[in-house]
């Protein structure tokens, strides 16, 4: 199912795209001296094998775009930042939100189950993404969020509220790997990885509207506001492009040509890209290749290994042990602030930094940036660590640990900073920058299941494994892993800012004389 002429293409097309961040110091020297003696191996220079007029055209509609598709996650957002202030109203006796009574037990799966259902969906909205289409797909996706929010607010016993939460988390799965994949493909080299990054930035947008709207109204009207979301984004996304990629590869020719012109604007080279992009649709349909062929070449297992190592430290990264004790983290610090203050004040450094990652990342690159947040998130988990550590043995009331009362704070911030910055919005947009195209789909989907699930495990085994370890112990375990996903980062990880397919398939070990067929095709 995955061997068809139309993923062999697309591949190809992404033969032509931007990676990751590069190494710094002599080892990176050594590698970039390489990777250029190659492209002069291949003949063409660094020039040729950038996409062409890439810094030319309107970026206004491609921003908006992108704004546009991801209020898809912006409603995945308020699906993940609900239960912070909803669990906790109805799990109070008193509560008198809905008709029936709901257990802790009870709140801790209605909690989590939105994991598994993105889990579910992560694999098989790959194969819908590439039959119906960026845009359909997506649009297509309001209906069970619509849906999954009825049955949330109008539920009528603990069954339905779980339904309702298991579908919402089936439709914001689905956008977690066709909102990154549709912003990747529309947007121009220069600016593909701010405009990946809006991806988190409205998740975290999505969340800080749960924690602040969701504490201080009911959960009727909470819920009422959430539902409203998919459908704004169904009415604004209606009226966008479809990508241009995807209608190439679908023979959709002249429709690709109207996408392009509304992307960049009458004044670029349309036709040049256009003609690009036909001759590799053309190239693939004559020589289709398997997936198994695909999957299997040094370069896709490098770029899927990638993918998948991103996602697993990410969620591994302690990021849901952070948010889980913000409330005890204020507490500690002396912080006269209501819980409910606290999770919004977190909510808006993560969406600040979310955006100022957006802004850098075209500048900096991806892999300093991850760089950058592994070593501080590592700095603050064993900061907490040696802060919980010392409450468990001398007592919260102890000399020593009133000394320190600033120290979880200033941690927690910096820790929601850094993991803002880096590691929160970059492991998402990887798969469209590293992957070729015939296993895009299936390396997004593979990759974003693997992330909901390890999210799911974190989720419901914190508490015991808080429980059994010791918290200081549980934020040292954090921080190793941390080490070692700074250590993978640097040795592994090349730069993209800037870079071709080619370019990047180069750097992922790709033979140049492989490179250089491709391009004479």
Known sequence: MWSNSRDRNERDASETEPLLPALPGPRYDEQAEGNNGRMAEVGVSQAVLVEPHS??????????????ATLGALAAGSMLGWSSPVILKITQDNSTDYNFSVSESQGDWISSLINLGAAAVCFPIGLIMDILGRKKTMLFLTLPFTLGWLLITFASNVGMLMTGRFITGIAGGAFCVTAPAYTSEIAQDSIRGTLGSFFQ????????????????????????????????????????PESPNFLVVKGRHDEARDSLIRLRGRNYDVDSELTSLQAKAEESKNNPISFVSAITKKTALKAVMICYALMLFQQ???????????????????????????????????????????????????????????????????????????????????????AMSWLPLVSLSLF??????????????????????????????????????????????????????????????????????????????????????????????????????????
């Open 55 to 68: 810094d030319t055209g309107r970026k206004l509609p491609q921003y908006i775009a992108a704004l546009s």
């Open 316 to 402: 591994l990264s302690g990021i849901n042990a952070v948010i889980f004790n913000t409330s005890k983290i204020f507490k500690s610090a002396g912080a006269a602030i209501e819980p409910a203050i606290a999770t919004i004040i977190i909510g808006v450094i993560q969406v600040v930094a979310t955006f100022a990652s957006s802004v850098v990342v075209d500048r900096l690159g991806r892999r300093i940036l991850l760089l950058f947040s592994a070593l501080v998130m590592c700095i603050c988990s064993t900061a907490l660590g040696v802060y919980f550590f010392l409450q468990d043995t001398h007592g919260s009331d102890s000399s020593i640990v009133t």
């Open 201 to 240: 930035l409205m998740i975290t947008a999505g969340i800080l509207f749960a924690y602040a709207v969701g504490s201080y109204t009911s959960v009727f009207v909470f819920n009422i506001l959430c539902t409203l979301i998919p459908i704004v984004f169904a009415v604004t996304f209606f009226f966008m």
């Open 416 to 521: 929601m900073i850094a993991f803002s910055i880096g590691f929160g919005p970059i492991p998402w947009m990887m798969a469209g920058e590293l992957c070729l195209i015939d296993i895009k789909a299936f390396v997004s989907s593979t990759a974003g299941t693997l992330n909901w699930l390890l999210s799911f495990t974190v989720t419901s085994t914190f508490n015991s494994l808080n429980n059994s370890i010791g918290s200081g112990q549980v934020f040292w375990l954090f921080a190793g892993i941390m080490v070692l996903g700074f250590i993978f980062i640097f040795f592994i990880i090349p730069e993209t800012k800037g870079k071709s397919v080619d370019e990047i398939q180069l750097m992922l070990g790709a033979e140049p004389q492989a490179v250089h067929m491709e391009e004479k095709k």
